[in-house]
Structure formats: C-alpha cells, structure tokens
C-alpha cells in the first residue's frame, strides 16, 4: 500500500472505512474463484483490495492495481 500515490492511499483508506461501517460490508465485496491471496475483494477504482474474514475482522490480503494484484 504504501508503494501507491497517496490520493490512491487516501481512497482506498476511505472506502475501507465506508464498507466498514455498513451493516453487511461483505455485499460490497465479490468472492474470488480459485486460488490466490484472499477469499474476497473489493473494488476500489481499477485497484482491488484483497481480503479474508475471521472472527469478524476484516484481513487485508493485498492491494494492487487490477492487473497485478492477483498475481
């Protein structure tokens, strides 16, 4: 994340913090099919941030840009 520009930092930042307070974040978020770094993303322009749950929290896998980030 830090590797990002800054207003990218501030957006994602800002989604994650929406999503967060919503009563059911995960109809935000779409499952990811077969094998990579999470069981969730969401969309953040063209950047996807990765995530798992347990224990309702939310465990940021990866954040990248649409094309790299499952890698």
Request: glycine residues 8%; aromatic residues 12%; charged residues 25%.
């Amino acid at each position: 994340m830090k590797k990002l520009p800054k207003s990218v930092q501030k957006r994602i930042i800002s989604k994650l913090e929406y999503f967060s307070t919503q009563d059911n974040p995960l109809a935000f978020a779409t499952p990811i099919v077969g094998c990579g770094p999470g069981s969730y993303r969401f969309r953040v322009g063209e950047y996807r941030v990765v995530f798992d749950i347990e224990n309702d929290w939310v465990i940021v896998t990866a954040v990248g840009h649409r094309k790299e980030v499952y890698i």
